[in-house]
């Protein structure tokens, strides 16, 4: 298992190159090798989502992917969603609304609504707690969560 | 959605920052990944640790192959046990060993740490320790285990019962013969798990300049932790720090000691270097305390109105295989048996618990601590007893709820001013009762089964250490210290014992020191969670933080208000009564003479000589709060649809009438409700630890062990009411585990309407969909 290969990881537009071995996962490799501990790992089998990062824009479980898999690809995680001090109107969002409190799942569930939005900003509104589903929260309940989203995306249709 | 019925802030100005959904300082950081959890310090060696794969052997031998650096309970002598202390009850003290020393009494119970330069190593390591163990027979009912034959968990218990209490009052026989009916309710709360989105993580790292130990772990009592594993590894408390960084969820299960983070002080030592433990998802589940397994036995007698005259009860609690530090295993029965009355209007009570050792992992308390369970059990009973008398619930809930204050129950507790009867005559109110038993009718003759369920249900917070002394511990929590001081820079800190874990309290303190001395909540830092810079304080649990360290900050905040007062007459050549605190100076009222409290800061520090000697020196107070406690009270409400096909349950609605004092920040305290009455939910629909008969966990992944997700938990509808109590010098009374106590009872009765037709009674929580049909199945009723 101690055979390491050598692979870019581009986190928030940053080249990092790593060398891993193939077991390593890719949520490891982002808060391990890459030091972006903002992504965090819940249950390290694919369930909670606190571990969501997007890949190609696309949202994932960065748990469930090795890093190796990622070599080359676009990845983006909570470190880079505000632009400078503005912050994204997802965090904002959520500031706003208290779709947050112990903070742990947050980041998942940041990456996973800004990775949905961006794909089909017209979704309904049952269709976003649908997808909100994939994540888990134990403190908010999650109606916070989904006020917060409904708002953000309100926001960004009108932009 | 909520609605504040009654919101009267006393300063008069109605620009006070008490009683404002402010936003939280705490988020700028977690919304932009800058939080900082304890598992994203890095660590020069990593920590697996070797658990029992069994619940109940004896360990013949531990081999590794040579090179791995390991450790077990050979290593360790001298070390002493985690043994909690109870001076009541007969209680009978167990020692907890931090590795498994010859004997294991759970499954996931630790055996051996390794460590190695990385977390992937350390596991392959782990994986090459075998444990040869001689397996025993397991116990893991808690009824079972009762029975005379029954092997014992420990040597020295009496059918492994552990704690035991009674309380009975005089002539409790005279009442109960003179009733004119008995309701009887026999329940059963499944195991469950607090499950934290973070699991537990500990990291220890050696000082060799210092040759102190820093252990960063998540913890909900930093100071406690510290003062228990100093004890135990017989080291002066000044060489450790404990430090709770960002903490993701605690929910209670944060609260008892790991034994994992002695050993990481331990080995932080040994090694002289630094070391780290995260807790995988399948320990936290199989490993980390676990909650709620109870049986209790409940009978009410009823005069002919449905007035209760007495309840009789027999509670058993199945505590697993050792006592939590610092609360004990004895925090569930005993809790049990002295609240488990409730809000309802009872003189004779006879009630029995216990608690019983098996070969399951500790129980220890849970958001809510065992009132979601008797909450439960008594509604139970409350709504068997208003089908024996043909009326609706809510009506003899009505004929019984206390309505008279103080109150002093047939336990002992007295009870402050509260809206038991209020809160419910709002939630009827506002759920439209009447409509809905329309609805209701007209459903059912389409086939549908709607349901609703009330929960009324009184939560004893903001208790100092007299009440924990009451119950026999022998570490008493209670009192909260805040120092509050202005710096010379004018900035200002207040430094808590307490220690939340995403309750926002930073926020709510703010406001409330804010208020005092006039400065935006922005501008006030609030440091926690580091015994090296927080006074000695017990931290987060028991809906406490606020009423303890609010009060706490409100007397600190008092007294520096006073010496900013009594500079600024000087300075301004004013009387102090002329003189308003307000955006960060101090004004001469219809005047525009003004001092920033900045600039009197820098004269507290650095130009004394001004006051003449009057006053002195330095901008630091700080003040101690340990009061006697209050009330908090609530009525939840379900409306439910059951699939009776499928047994599944929706829930179409949930409201929460609530009433905890004076509401600090609204948007705060109706997201604790929110996640309070998400996790009842789940307790009440889909959480359960389930073991085999061999001791071995069923349920050790997220897709086994199923917390609800944002498709399950319906819009919360709120209401307060708010009572300034008298008994808290904040006037608000604590309202983390409300929600998670009312839910249960509410959802299941809720099923239980609306299954009446069937005429079957769900008497078991979770109330999974097998269990739902089971119950219709053997109704010989199903169309
Ligand atoms: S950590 Fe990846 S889904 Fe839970
Ligand atoms: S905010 Fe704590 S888990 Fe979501």
Redesign the pocket.
């Known amino acids: 298992m101690t055979d390491k290969s050598d692979i870019t990881l581009t986190i928030n537009g940053k080249a990092h190159a790593i060398r891993v071995e193939a077991r390593r996962t890719l949520a490891d490799a982002i808060r391990e090798e890459c030091g972006q501990t903002g992504t965090h790992i819940g249950c390290e089998h694919g369930v909670c989502g606190a571990c969501t990062v997007l890949v190609n824009g696309e949202p994932v479980r960065s748990c469930l992917m090795f890093a190796q898999q990622a070599d080359g690809k676009q990845i983006r995680t909570v470190e880079g969603l505000a632009r400078g001090d503005e912050m994204h109107v997802m965090q904002r969002a959520f500031m706003e609304n208290h779709g947050?409190?112990?903070?742990?799942?947050?980041p998942g569930f940041l990456m996973l609504a800004v990775g949905v939005l961006e794909r089909e900003l017209d979704i309904s509104d049952h269709d976003l707690v649908d997808v909100l589903s994939s994540n888990l929260?134990?403190?908010?309940g999650y109606q916070n969560i989904i006020k917060a989203v409904r708002a953000a995306a309100i926001e960004m249709r009108q932009s | 959605m909520t609605v504040h019925a009654k919101t009267e802030h006393t300063k008069g100005s109605g620009t006070t920052w008490v009683g404002r959904s402010i936003r939280r300082l705490e988020d700028p950081a977690l919304v932009s990944g800058r939080g900082r959890f304890t598992a994203d310090l890095p660590a020069a060696h990593w920590v697996r640790f070797v658990r029992s794969h069994v619940a109940a052997g004896t360990i013949d031998s531990i081999d590794a192959p040579d090179g791995i650096g390991m450790v077990t309970a050979s290593d360790l002598k001298g070390l002493k046990p985690i043994k909690p202390m109870l001076s009541k009850f007969n209680y009978v003290p167990i020692g907890q060993p931090i590795l498994a020393d010859s004997v294991v009494r759970f499954t996931g119970e630790c055996i051996a740490a390794v460590y190695a330069p990385s977390k992937d190593q350390a596991e392959d390591f782990a994986d090459e320790v075998n444990v040869a163990i001689t397996e025993t027979m397991p116990l893991t009912d808690a009824r079972v285990a009762l029975a005379d034959d029954a092997p014992r968990v420990h040597a020295g218990t009496q059918h492994n019962v552990i704690v035991e209490g009674h309380i009975a009052t005089p002539k409790f026989e005279d009442a109960w013969v003179s009733a004119d009916r008995i309701v009887r309710v026999e329940a059963r709360s499944r195991r469950q798990n607090a499950t934290p989105?973070e699991a537990r993580a500990g990291h220890a790292v050696y000082d060799p300049l210092t040759e102190r130990v820093t252990l960063t772990c998540t913890t909900q009592m930093p100071h406690l932790t510290r003062t228990a594993v100093c004890d135990i590894l017989g080291i002066p408390e000044s060489e450790l720090r404990v430090i709770a960084p960002d903490v993701?969820?605690g929910f209670g299960q944060k609260m008892s000691l790991a034994p994992e983070y002695v050993l990481l002080v331990w080995l932080a030592r040994h090694l002289r270097s630094s070391v780290a433990w995260t807790e995988d998802r399948r320990e936290n589940l199989i490993a980390s305390f676990h909650s709620r397994d109870q049986y209790v036995e409940l009978e009410g007698a009823f005069d002919g109105n449905g007035k209760l005259l007495a309840l009789r009860g027999d509670i058993v609690a199945n505590i697993g295989a050792y006592s939590c530090f610092p609360t004990t295993c004895g925090v569930e029965p005993l809790m049990a048996l002295a609240e488990l009355p409730g809000p309802y209007d009872v003189r004779a009570y006879d009630c029995r618990s216990r608690g019983v050792m098996t070969n399951t992992c500790p129980m220890a308390p849970y958001r809510g601590v065992s009132r979601p369970v008797i909450t439960f059990v008594l509604e139970r009973l409350m709504d068997k007893a208003a089908g024996a008398f043909g009326i609706e619930p809510t009506e003899l809930r009505r004929r019984n709820l206390i309505d008279t204050f103080p109150y002093t129950s047939a336990t002992g507790l007295v009870f402050d001013d509260g809206t038991y009867r209020e809160t419910m005559e709002m939630a009827i109110k506002a759920i439209g009762l009447g409509a809905f038993r329309k609805r209701q009718e007209a459903a059912r003759l389409q086939g549908r089964y709607l349901g609703i369920g009330f929960a009324t249900f009184s939560e004893r917070t903001g208790y100092g250490s007299p009440a924990f002394a009451a119950r026999g511990m022998e570490i008493t929590p209670g009192f909260e210290t805040v120092i509050l001081t202005v710096d010379p820079s004018g900035f200002v800190e207040a430094r808590i014992g307490s220690s939340p874990h995403?309750q926002g309290l930073r926020t709510s303190l703010a406001q409330i020191i804010a208020d005092e001395i006039g400065v935006d909540p922005q501008f006030i830092k609030v440091v926690h969670g580091d015994t090296d810079r927080s006074p000695y304080g017990w931290g987060t649990f028991a809906s406490r933080s606020l009423v303890l360290s609010g009060g706490a900050s409100l007397m600190a905040a008092q007294k520096i208000r006073a010496k900013l007062l009594k500079m600024a007459s000087h300075l301004l050549e004013a009387s102090p009564e002329d003189i308003k605190l307000e955006a960060g100076a101090a004004h001469v009222i219809g005047t525009d003479r003004s001092v920033t409290i900045a600039s009197m800061a820098r004269a507290a520090y650095h130009q004394t000589h001004i006051f003449k000697g009057e006053i002195e020196p330095g901008l630091s107070e700080n003040a101690t709060y340990d009061p006697s406690g209050t009330f908090s009270n609530a009525c939840h409400v379900a409306v439910v649809d059951v699939d009776i096909e499928t047994g599944n349950v929706t829930l179409e609605k949930f409201l929460v009438a609530e009433d905890a004092g004076l509401i600090i920040n609204p948007m705060i305290a109706d997201g604790q409700v929110h996640g309070g009455v998400a996790q009842g939910i789940g307790n009440a629909l889909l959480e359960e630890i389930i073991y085999d008969e061999t001791g071995n966990i069923m349920t050790s992944t997220l897709a086994d062990f199923l917390p609800p997700t944002a498709r399950e938990i319906p819009e919360i509808e709120l209401h307060h009411i708010e009572t300034l109590t008298g008994n808290t010098i904040t006037k608000a009374k604590g309202l983390g585990e409300g929600g998670a106590i009312g839910a249960p009872a509410a959802v299941i009765s809720a099923i239980n309407d609306a299954l009446k037709p069937f005429d079957v009674s769900i008497d078991e929580m979770p109330a999974t969909p097998q269990r739902i049909r089971a119950a219709l199945r053997n109704s010989g009723k199903l169309p």
């Open positions: 947050l409190q112990c903070g742990f799942c947050t929260c134990r403190c908010t | 989105m993701g969820g995403g």
